[in-house]
Structures are given as C-alpha cells and as structure tokens.
C-alpha cells in the first residue's frame, strides 16, 4: 500500500529557510506529478506549489522567487524548499502525489499526512 509521508516542518525565524521532503513508502514507487499544499488555522487548504516533470511552478504570489519544488535522486521523493521565510507562511504543509511503479505506470493519487511550518521569532 502506497504511503505519503512529509517531513522537514518545524520552528524557523523570519527569513529562514526550511526543506520539505515527500517520500513515497518504498523505494518500488515513482512520484509523478504532485503538488503542494497547505493550510493555516481557520483557512481552507490551498496549492502553493506544483511539480510536473522537472517543473515547478508557484500558484501563489506571495511565494514566487520564495518557493521551488524539485525531485529527488530517488523516484519516490520529492522536496519543497522555502526561502526567505514569512510568518504568513505559518501552516500544516501537504504532500499530494500520482504514485505508480514506474515511469509510465499509475496507481493512483496520495495525500501525506501533513507536516507543520511554524514561522516565528
């Protein structure tokens, strides 16, 4: 069974910079097109940031020139690295991901469970 896990969240001071990693349970799994997500207290959950091929594209303003998500050596691994750093940016950040076995094949679409940022001095 396919298993999204986030990691890399934690505390970080404005400006800061943090790297979020999404890993697929397994190394059999290939991430294919994801996105990133997030949700702050009391907002709805909104996509920050888009992975397709070796795109990355930003569907935020606030995060442009910020925000780049790129892939891992490994197929099943993915990041989202963050610069500069607001206290805007504060919220539980989501891995959803097309997962399958390799290059051409799907299984299906994943959610991780989420990790939070917290920025703050």
């Known amino acids: 069974q396919v298993q999204l896990v986030e990691s890399g969240g934690g505390l970080v001071q404005p400006g800061g910079s943090l790297r979020l990693s999404c890993t697929a349970s397994?190394?059999?799994?290939?991430?294919?097109?994801m996105g990133w997500y997030r949700q702050a207290p009391g907002k709805q959950r909104e996509l920050v940031t888009t992975?397709?091929?070796?795109?990355?594209?930003n569907h935020i303003d606030s995060v442009k020139g910020r925000f780049t998500a790129s892939r891992g050596n490994a197929k099943n691994t993915v990041y989202l690295q963050m610069n500069m750093l607001k206290p805007e940016d504060t919220a539980v950040y989501y891995c959803?991901?097309?997962?399958?076995?390799?290059?051409?094949?799907?299984?299906?679409?994943?959610w991780g469970p989420g990790t939070q940022v917290t920025v703050s001095s």
């Open positions: 959803n991901a097309e997962v399958g076995y390799n290059d051409a094949h799907v299984i299906g679409d994943y």
């Open positions: 397994g190394s059999i799994f290939t991430i294919h097109a």
């Open positions: 992975l397709t091929g070796a795109d990355s594209t």
